[in-house]
C-alpha cells in the first residue's frame, strides 16, 4: 500500500512497501545513496544477498520513498525473531543528496514507526558512525538518543571506524 503526500515544495511524494521485483533497482539506489557519502560501507554486491531475505519473513521490511516513481529514499527494519526480543526493530536509512532537508527521512521514519508499533515494536535501534555528524543530528532531531558506542564496529578501506547505538522508545 502506498500513500502519496506533499514535502517541503516535493509533490506527490509516496512511501510503499518495496516489492520484490523492484530489489534491484533498490539496490543501484542504495549503493548510489551510500556512494554520496563519506560513509560508503556495504556497497558491495553480497549485500544484495541480505535484502533478498527481507521478502521472506515477517520480521524485516524495506520501505521506499518515490517521487515520479523513482525511489529517492529507503528506510529497511528488521526485529528478531526471538519472543524475547521481538519489541526491538534495528533501522537503516538513506535519502539520495539532492532530496535531503525536504523531509524524506523524517516521513520515511514515520511510517517505519507507525508500521513497526502495530506489529508489537516499543523500541528503535539504529547504528551511525561516530563521525557522521549529519547522521547523529538526523537521529537526534527525530528524538534518537545515543545509547552506547560500538569500538571498531565498522571497517571500510582498511580502516576501524567506532559507532554510536542510537535508540528511541516509541509512543505507544
Not at 32 to 41: A, G, M, R, T, Y
Not at 103 to 109: D, K, M, P, S, Y
Request: hydrophobic content about 40%; glycine content about 6%.
Amino acid at each position: 500500500m502506498a500513500t502519496a503526500f506533499n514535502l517541503n515544495n516535493i509533490q506527490a511524494i509516496s512511501i510503499e512497501t518495496l516489492p520484490q521485483e523492484a530489489l534491484e533497482e533498490f539496490m543501484l539506489i542504495r549503493k548510489k545513496i551510500h556512494l554520496q557519502s563519506e560513509f560508503d560501507n556495504l556497497v558491495s554486491e553480497e549485500v544484495e544477498h541480505y535484502y533478498e531475505a527481507y521478502f521472506n519473513s515477517p520480521f524485516q521490511m524495506i520501505f521506499v520513498a518515490r517521487y515520479k516513481n523513482e525511489i529517492i529514499g529507503y528506510c529497511a527494519y528488521h526485529r528478531e525473531e526471538r519472543e524475547c526480543s521481538q519489541h526491538v526493530a534495528y533501522i537503516e536509512m538513506g535519502v539520495l543528496e539532492e532530496y535531503r532537508g525536504k523531509g524524506v527521512g523524517t516521513a520515511l521514519e514515520n511510517w517505519v514507526e507507525n508500521y513497526v508499533i502495530n506489529k508489537g515494536v516499543r523500541k528503535l535501534l539504529g547504528i551511525t558512525l561516530q563521525n557522521n555528524m549529519l547522521g547523529i543530528s538526523f537521529c537526534t532531531k527525530l528524538n534518537f538518543r545515543i545509547e552506547g558506542k560500538l569500538k571498531s564496529h565498522i571497517h571500510i578501506n582498511d580502516e576501524y571506524y567506532d559507532c554510536y547505538m542510537m535508540g528511541k522508545w516509541l509512543n505507544t
